[in-house]
């Protein structure tokens, strides 16, 4: 969580592709040589699902596309948790998408009416959870949220299954 700071502070530096190792010695494709304590790799975040077939979970583009981020719109008995980028989400925003999942699965193994209705309400359009926020059209940012507007959809949605 401080990886900004330490950058800003020259802790640390960012180089490119490498080209291989020798020892602490790092040989890069620019044609470029340092001495590193550590090599942390970033792989990026690209999503990958090995154990399901991409047709299974309404897959889009770079992410699948889901209500909330949770609840597939045609399937009622497959979701995916945590699937969520948000500055500052943290445990909390998860613990949420949990609750708000355990709500669901409750209600509908009840075959309870809000079951059903909330079966309505997780077919696209989808609501923007962007908060107006213009997010570049990259791999790791397709599904990228706002937190606050996310946690408030997320929020609406326990309250709706909680209330009388």
């Not at 044609?31 to 047709?55: C, S």
């Not at 613990?95 to 079966?119: G, R, V």
Request: charged share 25%; no cysteine; net charge positive.
């Amino acid at each position: 969580s401080l990886i900004l700071y330490h950058l800003g502070h020259g802790d640390l530096k960012i180089k490119g592709d490498i080209e291989r190792f020798d020892g602490q010695q790092i040989h890069f494709k620019d044609g470029t040589q340092e001495e590193f304590d550590i090599v942390l790799m970033a792989t990026g975040y690209k999503l990958n699902f090995p154990f399901i077939d991409k047709n299974h979970l309404n897959w889009n583009g770079a992410s699948p596309k889901l209500y909330l981020n949770i609840f597939h719109p045609i399937y009622n008995d497959l979701f995916v948790m945590g699937m969520v980028e948000a500055a500052g989400i943290g445990w909390q925003g998860r613990d949420e998408q949990a609750e708000l999942l355990a709500q669901f699965i409750h209600h509908l193994q009840k075959n309870s009416p809000k079951a059903k209705t909330f079966i309505e309400k997780k077919q696209p359009p989808f609501p923007d959870l962007s908060g107006g926020f213009k997010y570049m059209k990259l791999d790791r940012m397709a599904y990228y949220v706002h937190k606050e507007t996310y946690r408030n959809a997320v929020r609406k949605g326990i309250a709706f299954f909680k209330n009388k």
